[in-house]
């Protein structure tokens, strides 16, 4: 090794201490070359460096602390040597940055994966928005409310600033007592809710409407409330209905060909989970038809082209309770189901969400910017 190649691993200092203030100046100084012992860093700011004197006097073991582009607090020290040190170290610093980052570029992919954010564990892929039905208009006026609504010729005549301003046609006009409309408040809360959830950039991907009228109303309301009533087309399925909805056979119920006519934007080749609903059903197995309905609807949804799925449900009193209860891993409400339904209101929702990680269920209360939202 040639003797500049020496110098740059070495610091020249003279036997003469800068600290020892004692020595008689007159002594000729005796120039000698410490080896410095260089340990490749990462830093850019400050590194230390341990001079090993071979007279290993305690003054002069200390350690010093060099500082890249500043110049050393103690004006002593040979100036020249200080500065050819520090030539030298930024030489090996940038040799080594470069030669790290050139051939090893494997680790600083590494560090910079390490640094990326990781996703947060409660993420959710899928949620369910179930909600009830809005005002019934025989509630309001009572069960026969259409007998005055009705001219001899069938014509619609609403005598109440409450009643629906239009109806579809009915070829049997007692079907309106099993089947009922919303009434004129219920149609604008429904498009309230709709407007709320849009206001909370909480849109539906899919929805799906109980047969029955007053939820088939609820629904379109709400997607009117969204602006998606001409882009979003709503899917009819039978198996939301409520206990005891069928006992007089599903022939009551306006077809999906018949909403499309009067207006109603619907899915018209959607394939219905459960096409009839038997007209005597016990409790029990209400709840089972509700598990295998939200349960078909999760798988059908499960490879969805979006990172979360809204799915509207717009159902009846107790859907609340016999759609989430297998979801959720709660016992059915078999003996007190008559008396939940009642304190259940109107549009009152329910929110259930899906976690990516572990595909569990759990009941939720989104914090939504209105006042008029009712949870159940």
Not at 68 to 90: A, F, I, M, V, W
Not at 256 to 280: E, F, K, R
Not at 293 to 303: A, D, S
Request: hydrophobic share 30%; proline share 6%.
């Amino acid at each position: 090794m040639t003797e500049s190649s020496n110098n740059a691993n070495s610091l020249r200092t003279g036997e003469e201490s800068p600290w020892n203030n004692s020595i008689d100046k007159r002594q000729p100084v005796v120039e000698k070359l410490i080896p410095i012992k260089i340990i490749p860093i990462k830093s850019d700011d400050v590194f230390h460096i341990s001079l090993q004197s071979p007279a290993k006097t305690q003054k002069e073991n200390k350690n010093k602390t060099l500082t890249r582009g500043n110049k050393p607090t103690d004006r002593t020290r040979s100036q020249s040597s200080t500065g050819s040190t520090n030539y030298h170290l930024e030489r090996y610093h940038h040799h080594y940055r470069h030669h790290h980052h050139s051939h090893h570029p494997h680790h600083e992919q590494q560090r910079q994966q390490v640094q990326q954010p990781a996703q947060p564990l409660d993420q959710c892929d899928m949620r369910l928005f179930i909600i009830r039905h809005g005002e019934r208009v025989d509630r309001y006026f009572g069960s026969n409310w259409f007998m005055s609504a009705f001219d001899q010729f069938g014509q619609y005549r609403p005598y109440h600033t409450n009643l629906p301003p239009d109806l579809p046609y009915r070829l049997n006009p007692y079907f309106w007592a099993l089947d009922t409309p919303l009434t004129r408040d219920g149609l604008n809360a429904a498009e309230h809710v709709g407007r709320v959830l849009n206001m909370n950039k909480y849109k539906p991907s899919y929805v799906y409407s109980s047969p029955a009228m007053r939820c088939i109303f609820t629904t379109y309301q709400i997607l009117k409330g969204l602006g998606l009533e001409r882009k979003l087309a709503i899917r009819i399925e039978p198996g939301l209905l409520e206990l005891g909805a069928a006992r007089f056979g599903m022939h009551i119920f306006l077809k999906s060909i018949d909403w499309y006519n009067y207006g109603i934007n619907v899915d018209l080749s959607y394939q219905p989970i459960i096409s009839t609903v038997a007209p005597v059903e016990r409790e029990d197995e209400y709840y089972l038809r509700s598990k295998c309905v939200v349960r078909e609807i999760e798988q059908r949804h499960e490879n969805g082209d979006s990172s979360l799925d809204n799915i509207l449900i717009v159902a009846h009193a107790t859907s609340p309770d016999t759609l989430t209860w297998d979801l959720v891993g709660r016992q059915p409400n078999v003996y007190d189901l008559f008396a939940l339904s009642l304190n259940i209101g109107y549009l009152q929702m329910v929110i259930t969400e899906r976690k990516k990680q572990n595909k569990l269920w759990s009941l939720t209360q989104i914090p939504l910017q209105s006042a008029t939202i009712k949870w159940v």
